[in-house]
């Protein structure tokens, strides 16, 4: 209790060990300097051996001490939230606000409508008083067996909702739930539970057997004239806006079987147009927010994924316990962490991100709040729209009320889809400073630094059973893409007209812009990892050392920060959950990202900036193939196709290869191995380290028979091209 005899309604604290911490941070601060020194005070003379290798790593050391400073932000100061749901439901009985959660989907191939509809009814079922529960779906793929699962759904939801709420079953994904549950004890259920569970496969296979034919049951087609509106001329870039309210809430009759109100549920394509730009995700969230304000203005707008079902039918209550609160009117967004199911244990591509879920999020929190990341986050949607945060504003938590008619429905949905048309964004501020942003790949990472700048802030809430739940990719391919395109979007951020490093500067503190700056340099990065990866090793080949000698004292702050800082990073990848092979994964993926995708982000970047190419949006798959799925699980890595990442990832590991085979045979052969082992300690640590983080990637370039090998003509080109490196290098 406050000493006012205030209750509130969520509680902040702060994490144990910052002291720790700190004093850990400081040391390694100080051995970061004296790195610098060192490599500053010794650069070899002109015409000397390796200067220019030298200066080299001076840079690459200067810039990776420079980001670990950043990183600090995220440490620095956690905050951990936890929430009072009961005093919720006691102050707001009666007065809850409405929320509308829009669910994005884009691509009925790569996110096959039933997925779609699990994470529908999955949010359909909170426990939450339906009167004030508004689900939109847009389909940016217009398609019309998307448009019919949802028909399906909205069907089996007069079943479901019921069954959810009686048993209080979790979770509310239909599908997720009869996977992970046995046939219930309880008589009463069981009788239930079987019928339920033969309607729900009925519709799987009808929504199925739709979407592999590509055609709808002619009974459906007749009893439901809007099929109409997938005409003949209808394409997937270029048609009208189509708008159906497939459940009214507001209308007395839309009832379950026990006779309780449903949710409203509202498909929306919005309308394509091939000379039209249509900004992708934001552009989809901007049309559902306009198209919302019409039919339920929901004061609060949760946004999902359409892979990412709920896994806790709370997670509204929790949300609202922020925004409620007597301290909670300066908070914008609630930003739950994305988990995910099939994560293996050891996690070969690290796609988890759980470092950043467990420690840099509640990091930010400290600081002013967690980035918008998408999926999963509730916000308020008078920040959304654009409105600067000022004191003593107060959100009106009612949303739009009244009774309908079948009628007014049909005049609604012709009302409002002018609001989803192409034209309607015109001269307005929509995407610029109104609703999400365009212009950017990551659209939300963008609109949530906007906000935070009015003056918003932002909470992370992270409970410890998961909120939201979505599937990993399960190729390497498709995580380093995933990451091509975060690591450009937020590049881009940095240059855009909202920087952290410049516009943000003084409108949010200084802890967050740094935080913001780790985001937004994740693409340079690769700069300075490369040239670590390669440069040290290929001197070693030369026999010219880079490092101090064991011997000498500058030998010390080498070693303190790069032993203490991996036994740092060991135990916070254990704390979060991971194991030890999974950390050491981890490493593998930390330099994957950084050889391949972040090049590859600041190529795309400059090519943009010069007016070259044009970036485009792409979609990773979510449903893996049986082979694939298999070797996920047996933790190897899903190579197989031939691409100009995995061509450098393969080029790099080999001259490692090669340098290390050189070491060797330089160590074996008479008194190779003082000289070694005095001079090039460091170097050939590091030369040895690089080979071992590679072995999977030998075993598919060499040795691997499946599917998912580096394809022949690949491994040819790469240890041809690593080879004549070295070579043109001993002979220089
Ligand atoms: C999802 O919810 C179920 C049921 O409530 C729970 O047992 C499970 O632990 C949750 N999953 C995760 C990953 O937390
Ligand atoms: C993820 O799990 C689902 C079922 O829960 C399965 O169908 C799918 O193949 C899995 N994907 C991967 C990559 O393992």
């Known amino acids: 209790m406050g000493s006012d005899g205030y209750y509130p309604l969520f509680e902040t604290r702060k994490a144990k060990g910052r002291v720790i911490y700190r004093l850990y941070a400081l040391s390694v601060l100080v051995g970061i300097c004296l790195i610098w020194v060192y490599r500053a005070s010794h650069i070899p003379k002109p015409g000397e051996d390796g200067r220019w290798g030298w200066i080299g790593l001076l840079g690459a050391e200067l810039w990776f001490g420079l980001y670990w400073v950043l990183t600090q932000a995220h440490r620095w100061n956690l905050v951990y939230r936890s929430t009072f749901k009961d005093r919720l439901s006691q102050r707001y009985e009666k007065g809850l606000p409405g929320v509308d959660i829009f669910v994005c989907t884009a691509d009925p191939v790569l996110e096959p409508p039933l997925m779609v509809i699990n994470t529908v009814l999955s949010v359909m079922a909170y426990d939450y008083p339906t009167e004030k529960l508004s689900v939109y779906l847009s389909d940016d793929g217009g398609s019309k067996v998307t448009y019919y699962a949802l028909l399906e759904a909205s069907d089996f939801a007069k079943q479901w909702l019921p069954y959810c709420k009686k048993f209080r079953v979790e979770p509310r994904s239909p599908a997720a739930y009869f996977i992970s549950k046995g046939d219930p004890e309880d008589a009463n259920q069981a009788e239930e539970f079987m019928v339920i569970k033969k309607l729900y496969q009925e519709m799987e296979s009808r929504i199925e057997n739709a979407a592999k034919i590509g055609r709808i049951p002619e009974d459906v087609l007749l009893k439901h004239e809007e099929f109409s509106q997938w005409d003949p001329y209808f394409s997937r870039g270029d048609h009208d806006p189509i708008l159906q309210i497939l459940i009214d809430g507001r209308n007395p009759n839309a009832t379950d079987r026990d006779g309780f109100v449903l949710p409203t549920l509202v498909y929306l394509a919005r309308e394509k147009r091939p000379l039209h730009r249509h900004n992708f995700k934001a552009g989809a969230m901007n049309a559902l927010i306009r198209v919302s304000s019409k039919i339920s203005k929901g004061p609060i707008i949760l946004n999902v994924d359409c892979d990412m079902y709920s896994n806790n039918s709370h997670s509204v209550q929790d949300a609202l316990c922020f925004f409620m609160d007597e301290k909670g009117h300066e908070v914008a967004f609630v930003q739950f962490p994305q988990n995910y199911v099939n994560v293996s244990r050891n996690e070969i591509y690290s796609a988890s991100m759980r470092v950043i879920g467990e420690v840099e999020f509640p990091g930010l929190d400290g600081y002013g709040g967690p980035l918008y990341i998408g999926s999963g986050c509730f916000h308020r949607r008078d920040a959304l729209c654009g409105r600067e945060y000022s004191k003593g504003f107060e959100t009106d938590w009612k949303s739009a009320n009244g009774m309908r008619s079948e009628e007014s429905v049909y005049k609604l949905e012709e009302q409002t889809k002018r609001l989803a048309s192409c034209i309607y964004e015109e001269d307005t501020r929509w995407g610029q400073d109104m609703g999400l942003l365009y212009a950017c790949p990551?659209?939300?990472?963008?609109?949530?630094?906007?906000?935070?700048?009015?003056?918003?802030?932002?909470?992370?809430?992270?409970?410890?059973?998961?909120?939201?739940?979505?599937?990993?990719?399960?190729?390497?391919?498709?995580?380093?893409?995933?990451?091509?395109?975060?690591?450009?979007?937020?590049?881009?951020?940095?240059?855009?007209?909202?920087?952290?490093?410049?516009?943000?500067?003084?409108?949010?503190?200084?802890?967050?812009?740094?935080?913001?700056?780790?985001?937004?340099?994740?693409?340079?990065?690769?700069?300075?990892?490369?040239?670590?990866?390669?440069?040290?090793?290929?001197?070693?080949?030369?026999?010219?050392?880079?490092?101090?000698?064991i011997s000498s004292p500058w030998f010390i702050p080498f070693a303190y920060v790069i032993i203490v800082k991996h036994i740092y990073g060991f135990f916070?990848?254990?704390?979060?959950?991971?194991?030890?092979?999974?950390?050491?994964?981890?490493?593998?993926?930390?330099?994957?990202?950084?050889?391949?995708?972040?090049?590859?982000?600041?190529?795309?970047?400059?090519?943009?900036?010069?007016?070259?190419?044009?970036?485009?949006?792409?979609?990773?798959?979510?449903?893996?193939?049986?082979?694939?799925?298999?070797?996920?699980?047996?933790?190897?890595?899903?190579?197989?196709?031939?691409?100009?990442?995995?061509?450098?990832?393969?080029?790099?590991?080999?001259?490692?290869?090669?340098?290390?085979?050189?070491?060797?045979?330089?160590?074996?052969?008479?008194?190779?191995?003082?000289?070694?082992?005095?001079?090039?300690?460091?170097?050939?640590?590091?030369c040895c380290v690089l080979v071992l983080i590679n072995l999977p990637l030998y075993e598919a370039l060499f040795l691997r028979k499946d599917k998912g090998k580096m394809p022949s003509s690949l491994a040819v080109k790469s240890v041809a091209i690593a080879l004549f490196a070295c070579i043109a290098f001993m002979i220089l």
């Open 442 to 549: 990551v659209e939300d990472v963008i609109t949530g630094l906007a906000i935070q700048c009015r003056g918003w802030k932002s909470v992370y809430y992270n409970p410890s059973r998961r909120a939201f739940l979505g599937v990993v990719p399960a190729t390497l391919s498709e995580v380093l893409v995933q990451h091509k395109r975060w690591s450009e979007g937020d590049f881009q951020i940095l240059f855009s007209k909202y920087s952290p490093a410049w516009y943000a500067h003084g409108k949010i503190s200084l802890g967050l812009q740094m935080g913001y700056c780790v985001y937004c340099l994740w693409a340079p990065n690769c700069l300075a990892t490369l040239y670590y990866s390669v440069i040290p090793s290929i001197y070693l080949l030369k026999g010219i050392p880079l490092f101090p000698e």
């Open 572 to 686: 916070e990848f254990l704390l979060s959950g991971g194991t030890a092979i999974g950390w050491w994964n981890d490493q593998r993926m930390w330099l994957y990202k950084r050889t391949s995708s972040y090049l590859f982000a600041v190529i795309d970047t400059v090519l943009k900036l010069l007016g070259i190419a044009d970036s485009g949006f792409i979609i990773s798959a979510k449903v893996a193939d049986h082979d694939v799925s298999q070797r996920y699980e047996k933790d190897i890595i899903e190579f197989g196709i031939s691409s100009p990442m995995f061509t450098l990832l393969s080029t790099i590991a080999s001259v490692n290869l090669f340098c290390f085979a050189g070491v060797v045979k330089e160590a074996v052969l008479g008194e190779g191995i003082r000289r070694v082992y005095e001079t090039a300690t460091l170097q050939s640590v590091l």
